[in-house]
């Protein structure tokens, strides 16, 4: 079965390469013709891990292609999630399988409803990559990746594949209690860094904003029904503050370097979700108000 993978950006390029490389069959879908020849012109993927760089033609087509999908990786940001799958609703068999690789919560929902015809599984990643340029993926730390359905339902056979490639990844019949606390560690730490211009480790000199905000995020998980992902929220906040202290997050990475965020996929979901709710979170409500003018002040899309 071959793993068809869109986009071939910092994780889509990661696992392409990876699944490439133990000699599975696969496919990057790229944006349109042009960009297919800009990757031939590159003479293909390049894979960055360890400062040893390999380049692995990898077979590529444009989305436009027409022939049938069974198995997709799609890899795209949050806010690019829903766009990919309209255009690539033609083209997934029935029962095909969709593995939706995005940070955050809402893009799963919006995919699963544009795609009835796929079974969609939910991935919550730790791994860390980056591009470097077009086509060239660094592999800057290693992590594991979560997948899973809702309603959960039994792991694929295919899971080994990804173990024989080097992906460390595993089955969970809680990816939603997953994504939900990775999402509150996003929304306590993120925003913070991107309005005090400062690495995660900056934060402990603001441990009373912290952990006001986790007391918030504890509440909004309870009334989502996601107490598990509520255990200890604050202890392992300021675990993972202190563990990269010397780190940007990738909110204050995105914004330095002008791209959009993921912001409506995180702060403004978890906002969203308490708005439903009638939960008054006021600090956390105030949190994406300030973030979202602070994207507008600088340009930047604020959702
Ligand atoms: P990325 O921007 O590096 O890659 C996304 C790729 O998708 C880009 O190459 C883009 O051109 C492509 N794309 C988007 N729409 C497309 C379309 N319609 N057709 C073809 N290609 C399209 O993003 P990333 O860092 O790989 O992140 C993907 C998701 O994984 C995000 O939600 C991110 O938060 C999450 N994540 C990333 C990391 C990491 O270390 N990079 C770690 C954990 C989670
Ligand atoms: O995932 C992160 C990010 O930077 O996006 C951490 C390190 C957990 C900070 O929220």
Redesign the pocket.
Known sequence: MTWHVLGAGSLGGLWAARLARAGQPVRLLLRNPQRLAQYHAAGGLTLEENGVRQILPLSAEAITDSAPIHRLLLASKAYDAATAARALHARLAPGAEVILLQNGLGSQDQVASLLPQARCIFASSTEGAFRRGDFHVVHAGAGHTWLGTVPPSPAPEWLGELAQAGIAASWTADILGRLWRKLA??CA??PLTVLYHCR?GGLQAHGEEVAALCAELVALLLACGQADAAVDLQAEVER?IAA?AA?Y???YQDVAAGRRTEIGYLLGHACHEAAQRQLALPRLQALEQRLRAHLGARGLPQD
């Open positions: 560690l996003n730490i993120n995660n993972v990269t780190n997050s990738s909110m």
